[in-house]
């Protein structure tokens, strides 16, 4: 059974441009999650999907920053005009149903550096 | 705001004695907990979940929950070198979303 799937595993990107980051959750999981850890930080939750439904993006900077889980293929979180700031380690995660007893399973993460 | 809050560390103890890992919250409503471990540079991995008021072993690991006092702990016997690592609480009070405290680092003495 192959985990939760994630890709690039490092990105680099300079100052103002776009970075696109994918997860593929497990299979049988129809739930997906972001969150992004700053160096020497907790993870911090950003955004929570079901398949074409953004159901809670409360941890979502309000601008640049965007996400889908389209009916077909990953979900993507994707930062518009990066700054320096963006550089963290985004991790996905995925759970097969919406229950606050279900664990989470995390991807192994995009590094982004932001030049 | 729910807040998860634990001590950053560093934690050292050595190899065979018991790593005490603890975590206290500020909410009272629907609350399942889990502990991960998180070696640097990978992802964080489950090592314990608990939802009810006690204690709950796997193997080494024990977690204990106590929901009138607002915390929850993480025991770890026979520690090894292998158990270096920062450890993660999180916690879902009903919203779906994990929240996170900000990691304890332990590092296990030979």
């Known amino acids: 059974n192959a985990g939760v799937m994630q890709n690039p595993r490092h990105l680099v990107r300079r100052r103002g441009q776009e970075a696109r980051l994918r997860c593929s959750p497990m299979?049988?999981?129809?739930?997906v999650y972001w969150y992004r850890q700053l160096p020497e930080e907790g993870l911090k939750f950003m955004v929570y999907?079901?398949?074409?439904?953004?159901?809670?993006e409360s941890g979502m900077p309000k601008e640049r920053f965007s996400a889908e889980f389209p009916k077909e293929g990953p979900s993507i979180l994707r930062i518009q005009q990066v700054v320096r700031g963006d550089s963290a380690a985004y991790f996905c995660?995925?759970?097969?149903?919406?229950?606050?007893?279900?664990?989470?399973?995390f991807g192994p993460g995009t590094r982004l550096l932001v030049l | 705001q729910k807040e998860v809050e634990q001590n950053s560390g560093p934690l050292s103890v050595p190899e065979g004695a018991i790593a005490s890992l603890n975590c206290t919250y500020s909410?009272?409503?629907?609350?399942?907990f889990f502990w991960y471990r998180q070696y640097s540079g990978k992802s964080p991995e489950l090592i314990m979940s608990?939802?009810?008021?006690g204690d709950k072993e796997d193997g080494r690991f024990t977690a204990q929950l106590n929901k009138a006092s607002q915390y929850v702990s993480l025991l770890i016997r026979d520690s090894q070198p292998s158990d270096s690592a920062t450890y993660l609480c999180a916690g879902n009070f009903g919203n779906e979303k994990l929240t996170f405290g900000t990691g304890t680092r332990l590092t296990i003495i030979p």
């Open positions: 608990i939802y009810s008021n």
């Open positions: 999907l079901q398949k074409e439904n953004i159901i809670d």
């Open positions: 909410d009272r409503g629907s609350q399942s």
């Open positions: 995660a995925s759970s097969p149903r919406r229950q606050s007893e279900e664990t989470q399973y």
């Open positions: 299979k049988g999981h129809s739930h």
